[in-house]
């Protein structure tokens, strides 16, 4: 498995070589020294002029000028091999030029393959053969448990404990809350949302408040006092000035007011086409 994951890398990395060169190629300006190539003619005779310690790089762009043939090197050589020293006294053939270049590597140790019109320069047998560029292997950590699936018939009795817990029905209109203890509850957005549809009421074609479907007797809207096909319109909180809940924005603003109230919230609604008032007092 392991020679099987460095081959992968190796092969992925000299995909990567490959690509980068290509698409360096298609990218160049024409009048770009380093892509330019004109290929000297067998009796031409070349001069060079190597610094020392000359990189693989500068190798590559010589042979490129005047063989234009593609060089692939793969990724990991620059790891290995950086620089070389070429002393090169007098003039060459382009045959005697591309095997100097031939040479020059393969005196680090590297491999040179020259074909038709591409010469591939890739580690040589004295290299490791591991992964240079693969991290070390961390030590996997245990897995986690499992974390069980949640109970939805324990869930339903928790949310149902906690409002219990909260509020305390006085009449058919008259609930008092306590202040403590809803905080939980109104935190329990999936708690709320399963307890009844809510959806705007409308009459005579303009918005009407909020209407209530599928009220659950579980619910904190049933223990509040609240019953399907309940239309809520209004609402007063602490005293101060009626919240209309004919828009959603008005609704919103209501009720982030009533999740605030210290006293009292007076519920305005229509049950069955009769006016009704819900009077909920804030206790500790």
Request: aromatic share 4%; with cysteine; hydrophobic share 45%.
């Amino acid at each position: 498995m392991e020679r099987a994951a460095c081959y992968d890398a190796r092969m992925r990395s000299l995909l990567v070589a490959i690509l980068a060169v290509a698409g360096a190629a298609r990218t160049a300006r024409a009048d770009d020294p380093l892509y330019t190539c004109k290929e000297a003619a067998p009796t031409a005779r070349l001069v060079a002029t190597f610094k020392p310690d000359s990189s693989v790089h500068d190798l590559v762009a010589w042979v490129m000028g005047f063989s234009c043939r593609s060089v692939i090197v793969a990724s990991d050589v620059p790891k290995h091999v950086t620089k070389v020293t070429i002393y090169s006294p007098g003039p060459m053939s382009p045959k005697q030029a591309l095997q100097l270049f031939v040479d020059a590597l393969e005196a680090t140790g590297l491999t040179v393959v020259v074909k038709p019109d591409t010469i591939i320069v890739s580690l040589g047998p004295k290299f490791p053969r591991g992964c240079p560029d693969a991290p070390p292997a961390k030590a996997s950590a245990p897995p986690a448990p499992p974390v069980p699936a949640p109970d939805p018939l324990a869930q339903a009795d928790a949310d149902h404990a906690l409002i219990d817990a909260a509020v305390q029905r006085i009449d058919d209109t008259h609930a008092n809350v306590s202040r403590g203890k809803i905080a939980p509850v109104l935190a329990r957005d999936a708690t709320l949302a399963r307890g009844a549809r809510v959806v705007p009421a409308v009459k005579n074609g303009q918005p009407d408040g909020i209407k209530l479907y599928a009220v659950r007797p579980s619910s904190i809207y049933a223990k509040l006092g609240l019953t399907n096909g309940d239309t809520l319109q209004g609402v007063t909180v602490d005293g101060g000035a009626h919240l209309p809940l004919d828009t959603v924005e008005h609704a919103l603003a209501a009720y982030d007011k009533v999740k605030a109230a210290k006293k009292v919230v007076v519920l305005d609604l229509v049950r069955r086409g009769t006016p009704l008032t819900l009077v909920i007092t804030v206790v500790p």
